[in-house]
């Protein structure tokens, strides 16, 4: 199981709000580690959606927000579109590994 | 603009190694670190390790130390990654990115997928 705990799935019509969780703990979230989140649309590379928590990369629509707090973090897609269909990640740097860490990803579903 | 532009698909044999390269381009190479993540079939993203764009200094996931090395060729901007005693559970696309843990992975190649099978 990952370091960093998402669910699986998560579901929502265009007029809703969604919120992607990323559980982890004191020696990564916790201990004031950026979390990172990323989109992977089917069979391409994972692109960067989120960084430093809560900053969205250029070309990033609004739509798409991060926070976080104590040992977790939450990704929310306000209004998700059908080209929002994928899976997404989260990231993060765990200081007892000594490693970066990602979550085992989510997949989005638009009604 | 940033490119990071990976070597073709490789099959291999169980235990013999890979090498899969990362050139990259539109950037100062030495500036940035370069991490390596792997996607089994139909499974997560896992993290492998990273080298230091400015001294070459490496760090690599504990279940892949000593079968795993990334290098770097500053005079050619490229990144590699060899993966040694290769396993059928190593089957999976293999990407480079641009940038570390704490700065996130802001660019990535495009994936090469390493076939392990007899």
């Known amino acids: 199981q990952s370091v960093l705990t998402q669910p699986p799935s998560v579901s929502g019509a265009p007029g809703q709000r969604v919120t992607i969780s990323c559980t982890g703990s004191s020696s990564n979230i916790g201990a004031g580690y950026d979390v990172h989140w990323y989109q992977q649309l089917p069979g391409t590379a994972p692109k960067l959606l989120i960084y430093?928590?809560?900053n969205r990369p250029s070309g990033v629509p609004d739509r798409f927000s991060g926070s976080k707090s104590g040992t977790s973090a939450s990704l929310a897609i306000t209004g998700p579109q059908a080209e929002d269909e994928a899976d997404y990640y989260c990231q993060s740097y765990d200081s007892s590994l000594s490693a970066s860490v990602f979550g085992g990803g989510t997949t989005l579903t638009v009604l | 603009q940033v490119q990071l532009v990976q070597s073709g698909a490789e099959v291999k044999k169980p235990g013999a190694s890979v090498k899969v390269s990362c050139k990259a381009s539109?950037?100062?190479?030495?500036?940035?670190?370069i991490t390596w993540v792997r996607q089994a079939p139909g499974q997560g993203l896992e993290w492998m390790g990273w080298?230091?764009?400015?001294?070459?200094?490496?760090n690599y996931a504990q279940k892949l130390q000593g079968r795993v090395t990334v290098t770097t060729d500053t005079s050619t901007s490229t990144a590699y990654m060899e993966l040694r005693s290769l396993r059928s559970d190593d089957t999976a696309v293999y990407y480079c990115?641009?940038?570390?843990?704490?700065?996130?992975?802001?660019?990535w190649g495009q994936g090469t997928l390493v076939t392990v099978s007899s």
């Open positions: 430093g928590g809560g």
């Open positions: 990115a641009r940038g570390g843990a704490s700065s996130g992975y802001d660019n």
């Open positions: 539109g950037y100062t190479f030495t500036s940035y670190d």
């Open positions: 080298i230091s764009g400015y001294n070459g200094k490496t």
